[in-house]
T-cell receptor, first 117, second 112 residues
Framework: KAGVTQTPRYLIKTRGQQVTLSCSPISGHRSVSWYQQTPGQGLQFLFEYFSETQRNKGNFPGRFSGRQFSNSRSEMNVSTLELGDSALYLC????????????????FGPGTRLTVT | GDSVTQMEGPVTLSEEAFLTINCTYT??????LFWYVQYPGEGLQLLLKATKADDKGSNKGFEATYRKETTSFHLEKGSVQVSDSAVYFCALSDQGYSTLTFGKGTMLLVSP
């Protein structure tokens, strides 16, 4: 079974621009979560989508948004980019319930490395 | 809110040495606990998990036991290899939710 795929893998943008990142989950997985990884803040949760609905949201400004399509693929968008948005953005997919009990195993993609100049 | 605290790295070991990476957590209820590993230039891979107190997760020679009395989930391996060099993250998710709260990560460097 193919893993989580993210495109593009690398991206360079200029301050003030906007960017869209894409994530395709493992086949059959309906939940997609996004995380930001930086050296200073570590891994921080952005948001989670399940069946096209945002189910949970982290503490990020409104410039960060996302959506999920009917095929479970997800996109996240960052508008008005700032230098501090430079990070590795990781997408993870899961299928609640199949892992057993209350543990929802998340499977991560390789990430998109965003550099803002 | 929930939090995870890991020992700071880097942890530097010689091949075949014993490994312990400490992890403690703060959470309400009964969280699930995870260890993820990140190799250079890659995403995170689930290494092992435990869903209730006294559960032991194990994979590829790594083990961790869910200790509710000490709110800990320490990672251990009896004999590390150079290929184990990576960053290890301890994480938790609240009961009924998939959102992960991560520790800062611990870099492990294993020399031949």
């Amino acid at each position: 079974k193919a893993g989580v795929t993210q495109t593009p893998r690398y991206l360079i943008k200029t301050r003030g621009q906007q960017v869209t990142l894409s994530c395709s989950p493992i086949s059959g997985h309906r939940s997609v979560s996004w995380y930001q990884q930086t050296p200073g803040q570590g891994l921080q949760f952005l948001f989670e989508y399940f069946s096209e609905t945002q189910r949970n949201k982290g503490n990020f400004p409104g410039r960060f948004s996302g959506r999920q399509f009917s095929n479970s693929r997800s996109e996240m968008n960052v508008s008005t980019l700032e230098l501090g948005d430079s990070a590795l953005y990781l997408c993870a997919s899961s299928q609640p319930g199949l892992a057993g009990g209350w543990s929802y195993e998340q499977y991560f993609g390789p990430g998109t490395r965003l550099t803002v100049t | 809110g929930d939090s995870v605290t890991q020992m700071e790295g880097p942890v530097t070991l010689s091949e075949e040495a014993f490994l312990t990476i400490n992890c403690t957590y703060t959470a309400t209820g009964y969280p699930s606990l995870f260890w993820y590993v990140q190799y250079p230039g890659e995403g995170l891979q689930l290494l092992l998990k435990a869903t209730k107190a006294d559960d032991k997760g194990s994979n590829k020679g790594f083990e961790a036991t869910y200790r509710k009395e000490t709110t800990s989930f320490h990672l251990e391996k009896g004999s590390v290899q150079v290929s184990d060099s990576a960053v290890y993250f301890c994480a938790l998710s609240d009961q009924g939710y998939s959102t992960l709260t991560f520790g800062k990560g611990t870099m492990l460097l294993v020399s031949p």
